[in-house]
C-alpha cells in the first residue's frame, strides 16, 4: 500500500464552448466565504491521503487497451477489498464496515433511507471509471441504509450517452444512470479568487438546491495544461459539475479553484465563520488503474493498477501528482500551479509528510 499522511497533529495520528443561457427562477444569495484551511470532514484529518498498487487488480497487463477491454480484465475482488483496505486506512479503523461508516456523514434530521447522494465521475474522452469502483462504492452507501435509487451518477458536460458507452456492472439494481442529469444550468455564486468573488456561475441543478446531501468525486488520473498543474483529477473533475466554459478563458486557475470551495461541493457554511457545517463532498477516489500522462481526451498509456482515496480534493490532488505522477510515474506537472492548490485552500507542503511507500498485501 501506498500511504501519504499528514504529520501525527489531529486525533492522535491515524485515528486521526459555454452552455446556451437558460433563466432560472432559485439563485442562491453569496454568503460567507469559506473559511480557507478550516476542516472540512468532522472525523477523517483533511490532508490525509492514501494509496494502493497492486497488480493484482487486473488479469494482465494491456497499458492501451479501450475500456470495454479494462472492464475485462479488472478483478472486481481485488479492487473491492483494496477500497475497503484504503478506507481503513485512511480513517485509522480496522474494521471496513465502520471505517465506510466514519467517512460517510449523516445529515442532520434525516435517516440514511432519506439521503441522496451524487456520484461525480469523468466521461470525457477515452477513459472512464471502471465498474468495479462503482460498485463497491454503491455497496458502501448501501451498507449504511441509503437506497440504491438515492443514488446518481452523472457527468453535467461529458454525460451523455453514458449508459450507452459504458454499460457499468454490477451495479446494484436501482442505482441511477443519470447521464448528464440536466446539464450544468442554474447560476451560483463563485467566491474568489474568480473575478473577484462578484460573478455567477451555472451548476448541477440538485446541487444548487440542495437535494444532494452527500457528494463522491471519483475522478481519472489523466494529464492536462500546465495552467492546471500538467493534470485533470479530483478538482478538475467539477468541470462536469459547473461549466467548464470559464475554466477555459483567462484565470482559469482561479475558476478550478473557487468552484471547489463553493456550498455546493464543500457543503453548508456558518455565515458568521465561514466554516463548514455539514460537508457535502465526503470522498475522493482516483482510478488509476489505467491512466495517462497525456489528457484530458487520450486513451490510457499506463496501467498502474493503483487506487487512491482522501476526504478533500486539493490533498488527494496535490499529494497524487507529486507523489505518483511526478515521482513515480515521471511525468512532468508544473510545480508553482500544483502548490497553488495547496496554497489557495489554506494549506502548504510543510503540512505534509514525505511519501511513505509501503508493500501491497
Not at 451518477?153 to 461529458?158: E, K, P, T, V
Not at 455539514?278 to 477516489?285: A, V
Request: aromatic share 8%; proline share 6%; glycine share 10%.
Amino acid at each position: 500500500m501506498v500511504n501519504f499522511t499528514r504529520r501525527q497533529v489531529l486525533k492522535g495520528g491515524l485515528a486521526a464552448g459555454a452552455g446556451a443561457a437558460a433563466p432560472w427562477i432559485w439563485i442562491r444569495k453569496a454568503g460567507a466565504a469559506w473559511e480557507r484551511g478550516s476542516p472540512v470532514h468532522p472525523h477523517v484529518d483533511d490532508l490525509r491521503v492514501v494509496g494502493v498498487i497492486d497488480p493484482s487488480m487486473t488479469r494482465a497487463q494491456d497499458p492501451r487497451c479501450c475500456w470495454a477491454r479494462q472492464e475485462e480484465l479488472v478483478v472486481s475482488e481485488k479492487v473491492w477489498e483494496n477500497l475497503d483496505r484504503l478506507a481503513c486506512a485512511l480513517t485509522g479503523i480496522r474494521q471496513a464496515r465502520d471505517a465506510w461508516r466514519a467517512i460517510f456523514v449523516k445529515p442532520p434530521r434525516r435517516g440514511w433511507s432519506e439521503v441522496v447522494v451524487a456520484l461525480k465521475i469523468n466521461h470525457i474522452g477515452r477513459q472512464h471509471t471502471r465498474s468495479a469502483v462503482l460498485a463497491k462504492v454503491c455497496d458502501a452507501l448501501m451498507a449504511l441504509g441509503i437506497e440504491p435509487s438515492n443514488i446518481h451518477i452523472y457527468d453535467a458536460c461529458h454525460g451523455a450517452g453514458m449508459a450507452r458507452e459504458t454499460p457499468f456492472k454490477g451495479l446494484p439494481k436501482g442505482v441511477r444512470i443519470e447521464e448528464t442529469w440536466g446539464g450544468s444550468q442554474t447560476l451560483t455564486a463563485v467566491p474568489e479568487p474568480w473575478k473577484g468573488g462578484r460573478r455567477k456561475a451555472r451548476c448541477l441543478k440538485p446541487l444548487v438546491n440542495g437535494t444532494v446531501d452527500i457528494l463522491l468525486n471519483i475522478a481519472m488520473c489523466k494529464g492536462h495544461r500546465r495552467r492546471f498543474g500538467g493534470f485533470t483529477m479530483t478538482l478538475k473533475n467539477h468541470f462536469g459539475t459547473f461549466s467548464p466554459a470559464p475554466g477555459h478563458r483567462s484565470g482559469s486557475q482561479d475558476y478550478l479553484i473557487a468552484i471547489n470551495q463553493t456550498p455546493e461541493i464543500l457543503g453548508s457554511m456558518d455565515p458568521r465563520t465561514g466554516r463548514i457545517l455539514h460537508p457535502r463532498q465526503q470522498l475522493c477516489i482516483v482510478d488509476a488503474l489505467w491512466a495517462s500522462e497525456c489528457g484530458p481526451i487520450c486513451r490510457a498509456s499506463h496501467q498502474p493498477n493503483a487506487l487512491f482515496m482522501g476526504v478533500f480534493a486539493p490533498a488527494v490532488d496535490y499529494q497524487v501528482a507529486v507523489g505518483f505522477r511526478k515521482r513515480r510515474m515521471g511525468w512532468e506537472i508544473d510545480t508553482e500551479a500544483t502548490r497553488r492548490i495547496l496554497r489557495d485552500f489554506g494549506h502548504n507542503e510543510e503540512d505534509l509528510p514525505k511519501n511513505e511507500w509501503l508493500a501491497a498485501a
